[in-house]
């Protein structure tokens, strides 16, 4: 399952978001992603993806598309 299909798909579920509204240009703020809810959706990533998401690093994210590719960083790479 690829990050932005988690990130979409979690949103929706738990948040009620439409999933065509959330695209790698989507502002976090802009379809409503609190503090809460964006370390909810961190925490997701965790459990889903088995990686750590270090909190400092993730101050300064503010689109999905940044979410994704932080989150793709960690993740193990497969060759």
Same mark, same amino acid.
């Given at each position: 399952? #690829?990050?932005?299909?988690?990130?979409?798909?979690?949103? /929706?579920?738990?948040?009620? +978001? $439409?999933? @065509? /509204? %959330?695209? $790698?240009?989507?502002?976090?703020? =802009? %379809?409503?992603? #609190? /503090?809460?809810?964006?370390?909810?959706? *961190?925490?997701?990533?965790? !459990?889903?993806?088995?990686?750590?998401? $270090? /909190?400092?690093? %993730? !101050?300064? %994210? =503010?689109? +999905?598309? @940044?979410?994704? !590719?932080? *989150?793709?960083?960690?993740?193990?790479?497969?060759?």
């Amino acid at each position: 399952m #690829d990050t932005l299909q988690i990130t979409r798909q979690f949103l /929706s579920e738990r948040y009620g +978001i $439409p999933p @065509e /509204s %959330i695209t $790698p240009e989507t502002a976090l703020d =802009k %379809i409503g992603i #609190d /503090s809460l809810m964006f370390l909810d959706l *961190v925490f997701e990533f965790e !459990a889903k993806l088995g990686i750590p998401a $270090p /909190s400092d690093e %993730i !101050a300064d %994210i =503010k689109t +999905i598309g @940044e979410l994704i !590719a932080f *989150v793709d960083n960690l993740r193990p790479k497969t060759n």
